[in-house]
């Protein structure tokens, strides 16, 4: 079975635009999840989108934004890049159970690594 | 989700056994004890998880104390490729996401 997939790998943008990540999951993983890891905070959970719909969200302005489509493949997008959006942005798929305790092993992709200059 | 607290760093030999240790005082009734490592230039990947009864898989080991504060994961035969950095994680209904501590760099010495 593929893993999870995550276009680009890697990404070099400058201050002011925007960007798209892009993350196919696992096959039958309805539950797509973001991360930032950067040196000074670690991993951050960012959002996750589940069945089209945004789910949870972590703490992290309006810039950062997500979608999900009907085949649970899901974008991310960073509008008005910062330097401070350098970062490894990390994408994981799990299948979680409809009812109960969320605790679904989360599988990660490799990542984008995105640099603002 | 409840806070852990690991150590920064280990060191270990090859071929010997390595005990990462995870305390986690302010832990529920309900929260999960999950490990997951990273391994470098890679994402995060799973390893174990357990409530209150030690666990075993292919990977590892999870040892729980009786009063549920602390963990610690269990490699039995560190390798070289076992280097990374090991991430200990409460989970309960917070959502199905993760929160992510400073976790344990392992370095593996041959």
């Known amino acids: 079975k593929a893993g999870v997939t995550q276009t680009p790998r890697y990404l070099i943008k400058t201050r002011g635009q925007q960007v798209t990540l892009s993350c196919s999951p696992i096959s039958g993983h309805r539950s797509v999840s973001w991360y930032q890891q950067t040196p000074g905070q670690g991993l951050q959970f960012l959002f996750e989108?589940?069945?089209?719909?945004?789910?949870n969200k972590g703490n992290f302005p309006g810039r950062f934004s997500g979608r999900q489509f009907s085949n649970s493949r899901s974008e991310m997008n960073v509008s008005t890049l910062e330097l401070g959006d350098s970062a490894l942005y990390l994408c994981?798929?799990?299948?979680?159970?409809?009812?109960?305790?969320?605790?679904?092993?989360?599988?990660f992709g490799p990542g984008t690594r995105l640099t603002v200059l | 989700d409840a806070k852990t607290t690991q150590p920064n760093s280990m060191e270990s030999n090859e071929e010997e056994p390595v005990h990462l240790p995870c305390n986690h005082s302010?832990?529920?009734?309900?929260?999960?004890i999950h490990w997951y490592r990273q391994l470098p230039s890679q994402g995060p990947e799973y390893v174990i998880h357990g409530l209150t009864s030690n666990v075993n898989n292919r990977m590892a080991s999870l040892a729980i104390a009786e009063d549920r504060k602390s963990s610690t994961l269990i490699l039995h035969r560190a390798t070289l490729r076992d280097a990374a950095v090991y991430y200990c994680?409460?989970?309960?209904?917070?959502?199905?996401?993760?929160?992510f501590g400073g976790g344990t760099r392992l370095m593996v010495k041959p």
């Open positions: 994981a798929s799990s299948r979680p159970q409809t009812s109960g305790i969320l605790i679904d092993t989360q599988y």
């Open positions: 994680i409460l989970r309960g209904n917070a959502g199905n996401m993760l929160t």
């Open positions: 989108y589940f069945s089209e719909t945004q789910r």
């Open positions: 302010t832990i529920s009734g309900t929260d999960y």
